[in-house]
Structure formats: structure tokens, C-alpha cells
């Protein structure tokens, strides 16, 4: 059965913080678009206030949360209990991405760790926050973080992530521009 939060009580945000892995969900205002669901680990979500999160988001082989969220803001956040007690929690809110350049990096960037290939924040106020009750979801063990990723971006140089970051991130697969592309235009 769904419940309703006004905010990210502590009890929720305990659950947040015991997570090893979360989703993001977005999507284009065009019925066309594609629909973006991604699986984030690594330790990089957080929350800032009780109506407000975020996370690090670290260079991948595309972005489409930027794009998407530069078009219309809607974001949704899953966590998904897989061991103890079964819950879903959801988070909905209007998003936005900040950048390494923007005057709120450095304020919003001392929240999360320090992981090399870092691309920009994600940011998002949340207006619904909903449980449920993940009784068809499988018990899995944690067994740890994928060391790939951090170790890929840590045998690049600066200016050759900067690069794969504006090749694989300037657009989403349907087309859409994300800041990064515009970042570039500057």
C-alpha cells in the first residue's frame, strides 16, 4: 500500500543513506522521446533538506537526465529495499543540473565525495515522496561498488575527459541539447 510524506522524514532518509544503488527516472515532453531510467551506485546521492536532494553525477556514455531536466525539470528517484524489510520509495520533484562553472558548485560539491570524472550535480526539489511496499522485489547481497568506472576516469587526463564528456553528453539520443553543450558554446 502507497503512503504519502510530506517531506524526507530522518526514518526515509536512513533508508536513503543504507542504499547501495538508486534510479533516476526522466523523460522528454515529446510523446516520441525516449524515457531514461538509469541505476546510480557509488555513494553519490544526498539529502540536503528534507525537500531537496541530489547527486554527483559522474561521466557516462550519455546524458540524457541533463537534457531532459534542462527541457522540463520532472525527475523521479527509486530506492529499492533488497535485503531486511521490503520497501520502494519514490521521490518526485522538478530538477536542474549544475555544472563544475556555475557559482553554486562549490557550496552544493563539499555534499558529496570527491570521486575523479565527476561531471555535474543533479539537483532536485522534491514535491511527492511515496513508499510502498516492494513485496515482489528479490533479496540480493551487497557484495560492492564496481571499481570500473572510478578507475576509467582516473587513467584519463583532464582535457581528455573533458572531451569524451562533450562528445557523449552535449545531446540525448532523441537530440536534445544538455548543458554541457551549451557550456561549450560560452
Known amino acids: 500500500m502507497a503512503k504519502l510524506f510530506s517531506t524526507i522524514t530522518p526514518e ?32 553519490t546521492f544526498r539529502v540536503l ?10 561521466t557516462g ?4 537526465t541533463s537534457a531532459h531536466l534542462q527541457q ?6 527509486l530506492f529499492s ?19 563544475p562553472t556555475e557559482p553554486d558548485w562549490k557550496a552544493l560539491a563539499s555534499h558529496f565525495p570527491d570521486l575523479p570524472g565527476c561531471r555535474q550535480l543533479i539537483v532536485a526539489d522534491i514535491h511527492r515522496v511515496q ?14 561498488q564496481r ?4 578507475d576509467w576516469a582516473s587513467n584519463k587526463s583532464d582535457s581528455a575527459l573533458r572531451d569524451y ?11 536534445l541539447p544538455t548543458p554541457l553543450a551549451q557550456a561549450q558554446d560560452r
Not at 556514455?61 to 540524457?64: A, P
Not at 564528456?165 to 537530440?175: A, L, N
Open 81 to 99: 529495499a533488497f535485503t531486511g524489510s521490503p520497501r520502494i520509495l519514490r521521490l518526485y520533484g522538478k530538477g536542474r543540473v549544475i555544472l
Open 12 to 43: 526515509l532518509q536512513q533508508f536513503i543513506e543504507s542504499q547501495h544503488l538508486f534510479f533516476v527516472g526522466t523523460a522528454p515532453l515529446s510523446a516520441e522521446g525516449h524515457v531514461n531510467l538509469s541505476p546510480k551506485g557509488l555513494e
Open 165 to 175: 564528456q562533450i562528445t557523449k553528453g552535449s545531446q540525448s539520443i532523441d537530440g
Open 61 to 64: 556514455s550519455g546524458n540524457e
Open 72 to 77: 522540463n525539470g520532472r525527475i523521479t528517484f
Open 131 to 144: 513508499t510502498s511496499c516492494g513485496f515482489g522485489v528479490p533479496l540480493y547481497r551487497y557484495e560492492g
Open 49 to 58: 533538506t528534507p525537500l531537496q536532494v541530489g547527486y554527483l553525477d559522474l
Open 147 to 150: 571499481p570500473t568506472l572510478v
